[in-house]
């Protein structure tokens, strides 16, 4: 069993940066694929970016590439996704998410991804 929650979340303004952090339960969160999703009002969840399980292979969504950075530290048994020159259209509650599977195609797999936090909300104002 994993438990995940995030923090970080908060009011930006445009153009700023945000620091989200993912902390995980379980001695086994070094095996796990992790990722973020985001979902803003009225709108479908969306994929944001993931990472494989050694934090040496990332993917992307498009809108967030070349701004987001997806990063963890099995050490600390904790992923990251560093969001700069954020825009008002990156206003959503931001999810982690966990499997075991390949990062690839975590995008794909959110109806059946093991383990969800709770959600951080990021707001940015234009």
């Known amino acids: 069993q994993v438990q995940l929650v995030e923090s970080g979340g908060g009011l930006v303004q445009a153009g700023g940066s945000l620091r989200l952090s993912c902390a995980a339960s379980?001695?086994?969160?070094?095996?796990?694929?992790m990722g973020w999703f985001r979902q803003a009002p009225g709108k479908e969840r969306e994929f944001v970016a993931a990472i494989n399980w050694r934090g040496v292979s990332t993917s992307y969504a498009d809108s967030v590439k070349g701004r987001f950075t997806v990063s963890r530290d099995n050490a600390k048994n904790t992923v990251y996704l560093q969001m700069n020159s954020l825009k008002p259209e990156d206003t959503a509650v931001y999810y982690c998410?966990?499997?075991?599977?390949?990062?690839?195609?975590?995008?794909?797999?959110?109806?059946?991804?093991?383990?969800w936090g709770q959600g951080t909300q990021v707001t940015v104002s234009s």
């Open positions: 379980g001695r086994t969160f070094a095996t796990y694929t």
């Open positions: 998410a966990a499997d075991q599977h390949n990062y690839y195609s975590f995008r794909d797999r959110a109806p059946t991804l093991d383990y």
